[in-house]
Each structure stands twice: as structure tokens, then as C-alpha cells.
């Protein structure tokens, strides 16, 4: 049972690197069997294509990226400081991406992973909304803030993150992603420790 598990995390772990590397249309199941060094009688003993890989993969870096954002908001810290801290998360998630990847999930390349990847992106977006709900219930969110604005902007974010032009202005996904991201959470005045 081990040595199939090892393959199916091989396969695994050599796409997500591909993919990374060159984006999801350009790396072929050839490639990724190669690379990983199993057959494709293996690879579709887990996967029906390549569709239900990426699927995969981004299922597994949801719950991964679930379980630390988490843990952050567990903690017993102010909640500027569990905002500090997941800013600091996405960035090493997004650190490797290439922007071909970022392109295909963002600009509807495949539209079976893009329709995933936003039904993934609505239910994050739940959750980071029930965890402000709370900060603010707790006064730690400005009380006169409606929820609904950050869900709308938080949308808003969403859908500028997959703008051609916004992310033909930076060099890669990594700096859209964070632009955007700090920008939802300071605005555009320096903060203080600058």
C-alpha cells in the first residue's frame, strides 16, 4: 500500500513542479510520467487526465494552505498580527509560481480547472469572511465596516488578480498576488514600522 501511495505522491509532486515551472497546458502526462520515471499505466491508476491531476493538486494545496491559515487565526495574538502572518503564508504559497501557471488558472485557459479553482477560491473566501466577522465582532475590525464591502473587494481581488493588463505591470504572479493583498490590507499610507 506504501509503494502506491509513493507513486501517487511522486506523480504528484512532480507535476505541481512542472506546473510550477511552465503552467498546466504546456506540460503534457508524457512529461510528467518521465519526469516522475513511472509509466502512464501508473499515472492513470490515480489520475482519468490531466484535468483530474490539477484538480488534485489544487485540492491538496487548499487543505494544506487551510490547515496553517488556521492554526494563524487559532492563535491567541492580536488580529493585525494574524493578518501579518497569513500575508507572510500566501507569499511562500505563491513564491514559485510561474506566471504561465497563474495565466492558465486565471484566464480561464481550461475552464473545468478554472470553474474549480473559483468554486476553491468562494469557499476560502467564506472562511476568511466568517474569521473578520469574528475580529470584528471581538472589536478588532472597524465596527462601522460592512462585511459585505470586504466580500465584494475581496471578490474584486479575485477577479483583478486575473487581468491581463494588471499582470502584464509585474514581473511575476508572486508581486501581483501581493500588491493586492497589501493593498486590501493597508491602503495606500506607509505603515508604521516603514
Same mark, same amino acid.
Given at each position: 500500500?506504501?509503494?502506491?501511495?509513493?507513486?501517487?505522491?511522486? !506523480?504528484?509532486?512532480?507535476?505541481?513542479?512542472?506546473?510550477? $515551472?511552465?503552467?498546466?497546458? #504546456?506540460?503534457? !502526462? *508524457?512529461?510528467?510520467? #518521465?519526469?516522475?520515471? %513511472?509509466?502512464?499505466?501508473?499515472?492513470?491508476?490515480?489520475?482519468?487526465?490531466?484535468?483530474?491531476?490539477?484538480?488534485?493538486?489544487?485540492?491538496?494545496?487548499?487543505?494544506?494552505?487551510? *490547515?496553517?491559515?488556521?492554526? @494563524?487565526? &487559532?492563535?491567541? @495574538?492580536?488580529?493585525?498580527? $494574524?493578518?501579518?502572518?497569513? !500575508?507572510?503564508?500566501?507569499?511562500?504559497? %505563491?513564491?514559485?509560481?510561474?506566471?504561465?501557471?497563474?495565466? +492558465?488558472?486565471?484566464?480561464?485557459?481550461?475552464?473545468?480547472?478554472?470553474?474549480?479553482?473559483?468554486?476553491?477560491?468562494?469557499? %476560502?473566501?467564506?472562511?476568511? %469572511?466568517?474569521?473578520? $466577522?469574528?475580529?470584528?465582532?471581538?472589536?478588532?475590525?472597524?465596527?462601522?465596516?460592512?462585511?459585505?464591502? @470586504?466580500?465584494?473587494?475581496? &471578490?474584486?481581488?479575485?477577479?483583478?488578480?486575473?487581468?491581463?493588463?494588471? @499582470?502584464?505591470?509585474?514581473?511575476?504572479?508572486? +508581486?501581483?498576488?501581493? *500588491?493586492?493583498?497589501?493593498?486590501?490590507?493597508?491602503? !495606500?499610507?506607509?505603515?508604521?514600522? *516603514?
Amino acid at each position: 500500500m506504501q509503494k502506491i501511495i509513493n507513486k501517487q505522491n511522486q !506523480i504528484t509532486a512532480t507535476a505541481q513542479s512542472l506546473f510550477w $515551472k511552465y503552467g498546466m497546458r #504546456r506540460v503534457s !502526462i *508524457e512529461e510528467i510520467c #518521465r519526469e516522475a520515471k %513511472v509509466s502512464k499505466m501508473t499515472f492513470y491508476k490515480f489520475f482519468k487526465n490531466k484535468v483530474d491531476l490539477v484538480k488534485y493538486i489544487l485540492d491538496k494545496i487548499t487543505n494544506e494552505s487551510t *490547515e496553517t491559515y488556521q492554526a @494563524i487565526m &487559532n492563535q491567541d @495574538i492580536p488580529f493585525y498580527k $494574524k493578518v501579518i502572518q497569513t !500575508i507572510d503564508m500566501k507569499l511562500k504559497s %505563491v513564491d514559485q509560481i510561474s506566471p504561465e501557471f497563474y495565466a +492558465d488558472l486565471h484566464q480561464k485557459a481550461v475552464p473545468e480547472i478554472s470553474e474549480h479553482f473559483h468554486n476553491i477560491s468562494h469557499k %476560502v473566501l467564506e472562511m476568511i %469572511v466568517n474569521d473578520y $466577522k469574528k475580529a470584528q465582532e471581538e472589536g478588532e475590525i472597524r465596527s462601522d465596516l460592512k462585511l459585505e464591502f @470586504i466580500i465584494y473587494q475581496l &471578490n474584486k481581488i479575485f477577479e483583478m488578480a486575473g487581468d491581463p493588463k494588471l @499582470i502584464a505591470m509585474y514581473k511575476t504572479p508572486k +508581486d501581483v498576488i501581493m *500588491e493586492l493583498t497589501r493593498f486590501f490590507f493597508y491602503g !495606500i499610507l506607509p505603515r508604521e514600522n *516603514e
